[in-house]
């Protein structure tokens, strides 16, 4: 168990719909890291936040957002979704962004897309 | 641009069987960080290792061990004597330290298959 959980495990929704998959760091941990799993994409980056700020952003579309708020819970919104949306989302977590430390990373939000 | 290379897509092998997975690297950074991750059939993602640019050390874990090339730009991962439950997705990643972001890039993954 890496400590960081996310929820919910699974989500089925059709296309044009918005969801939003919901993140809790280790206990501890400042830094949370968005990635998307897809099968043509591999494993993407898509953004960071480090206590309540955004730090940085990699591959998200901007029909995607995310926040961190003061308890330090992360959500990541996802809307007029597509089926090539369709993937693993996965929330990690380090205790301060550093990157010596590594990454810890929850179970992930499975996301399908009728 | 940095670039991370697991040529072998999906490893077969009998258990008790050592392999060795392959990671090659590209960054322009003389400090990185590389790192090891493993996928198993129910999804989640494990952090295996981490390795600075300017420890060359090679580390063994148990039946696990890494060998960190810089001439090579390579940090390949060994499992002696594979169990079943090695069977695997495992995933190479490279964090550059000249990058604001603490992103980790990916390879694309080697899929391990230990046969009983």
């Known amino acids: 168990d890496s400590g960081v959980t996310q929820t919910p495990k699974h989500l089925i929704t059709a296309t044009g719909q918005r969801v939003t998959l919901r993140c809790s760091p280790r206990?501890?941990?400042?830094?949370v890291y968005w990635y998307q799993q897809s099968l043509d994409q591999g494993l993407q980056f898509l953004i960071q936040?480090?206590?309540?700020?955004?730090?940085a952003k990699g591959n998200i579309l901007e029909r995607f957002s995310a926040q961190q708020f003061p308890d330090l819970h992360s959500e990541l919104n996802l809307s007029s979704l597509e089926l090539g949306d369709s993937a693993l989302y996965f929330c990690a977590s380090s205790p301060s962004g550093d990157k010596r430390q590594p990454q810890h990373f929850g179970d992930g939000t499975r996301l399908s897309i009728l | 641009a940095q670039k991370v290379t697991q040529a072998q897509t999906e490893i077969s092998v009998v258990e008790k069987e050592d392999v060795t997975l392959d990671c090659v690297y590209e960054?322009?950074?003389?400090?990185?960080?590389l790192f090891w991750y493993k996928q198993p059939p129910s999804g989640e993602l494990v952090f295996l290792i981490r390795?600075?640019?300017?420890?060359?050390q090679n580390e063994i874990s148990g039946r696990y061990s890494w060998n960190f090339q810089k001439s090579t730009s390579s940090f390949n991962f060994t499992i002696t004597a594979s169990q079943v439950v090695d069977s695997a997705v495992y995933f190479c990643a490279l964090s550059e330290a000249s990058t604001g972001a603490n992103n980790l890039f990916f390879g694309t993954g080697t899929r391990l298959t230990v046969i009983p």
């Open positions: 390795r600075n640019s300017f420890d060359e």
């Open positions: 960054t322009r950074d003389t400090t990185y960080y």
């Open positions: 206990s501890g941990d400042l830094s």
């Open positions: 936040y480090y206590n309540g700020e955004e730090r």
